[in-house]
């Protein structure tokens, strides 16, 4: 099987690698090898590659920037998703999409179904429900994956930037008024290996598997709770910090504005999700810890 996989440089895509070799021949590119904006040049790449499946983990996440600079997002995000899928239509391919839960307003206090009303707050938001609908109104063959607040132990993410702040500083205010899924990169890819298997050996039922789905960690969390758990575990590996948890001030959004609106309500259920394909999504304590070691370790050798 051919595997086309897009944005392997990032926190997915560097996981995806791995757990998607078992399944067949992965070939993977992300910038400058492939250009996003380009969308006459990634339509060619695909169709050279004439891959089986193709898995794209690459993405406009700069939510800030995105605000003054929303052409790029949505070519990014919408327009070469939509690409994407009209090459995986024609080829009969399966296409796997990263969205967001971004595409939501955050309000209310329950989690998230896949059938709910999307309704962005931020160009970024917007951006990837384009995106989702692109691949939609293609007609391919497809599973789009709504994930939130990813972490891994390489990139850009939140734990990590906690960490390396609590060994300089001495007192930290993180927010505590949006709740979410901490996510593992590690476990988004595991995920969509699994769910590619399962694709391939139910060929002639798997209409009915295709869609939306929800996979984030089970378990919720605030910024700060998260903050205070990823500070714990860093100290219970024994790193020298500046910050305890103790010294980790909660704050409202208000205190802490930003160009994008963050959604206030980021919980999303994963019922169908572990239903469909039988798999069971962790505490988000837990693969948060395992990261935080992971991390202290490297710092330590």
Request: with cysteine; proline share 5%; charged share 15%.
């Amino acid at each position: 099987m051919n595997i086309l996989l897009l944005g392997n440089t990032g926190q997915v895509g560097f996981e995806l690698q791995r757990t998607l070799a078992p399944l067949g021949k992965v070939t993977a590119f992300d910038f400058p090898d492939v250009d996003f904006l380009q969308l006459d040049q990634l339509a060619a790449l695909v169709h050279k590659h004439n891959p089986a499946v193709i898995v794209n983990a690459a993405a406009y996440t700069a939510v800030d920037k995105a605000e003054s600079d929303p052409a790029t997002a949505h070519t990014i995000n919408g327009a070469a998703v939509g690409v994407l899928a009209a090459q995986a239509k024609q080829l009969n391919a399966l296409l796997v999409h990263y969205s967001t839960d971004y595409v939501f307003n955050g309000s209310g206090t329950r989690p998230w179904i896949e059938t709910d009303t999307p309704q962005p707050l931020s160009v970024y938001g917007h951006s990837k429900l384009a995106g989702e609908t692109a691949i939609r109104n293609s007609g391919c063959n497809h599973f789009i994956l709504r994930t939130s607040w990813v972490y891994a132990a390489r990139g850009q993410n939140f734990v990590r930037t906690i960490l390396l702040l609590a060994a300089e500083r001495d007192s930290l205010s993180v927010i505590n008024d949006q709740i979410g899924a901490p996510t593992f990169a590690g476990f988004l890819a595991h995920s969509t290996a699994k769910m590619i298997e399962f694709y391939r050996a139910n060929a002639a039922s798997h209409a009915k598997h295709l869609g939306t789905y929800h996979v984030t960690a089970r378990g919720e969390a605030s910024w700060h709770t998260l903050a205070n758990y990823a500070v714990q575990c860093a100290l219970d590996c024994g790193a020298t910090l500046q910050v305890t948890p103790a010294r980790i001030t909660a704050i409202p959004t208000s205190q802490y504005p930003l160009p994008a609106p963050r959604p206030s309500n980021s919980r999303m259920c994963v019922d169908k999700f572990e239903g469909t394909f039988d798999i069971t999504c962790p505490d988000w304590r837990t693969d948060c810890r395992s990261v935080v070691t992971e991390l202290m370790r490297g710092a330590t050798s």
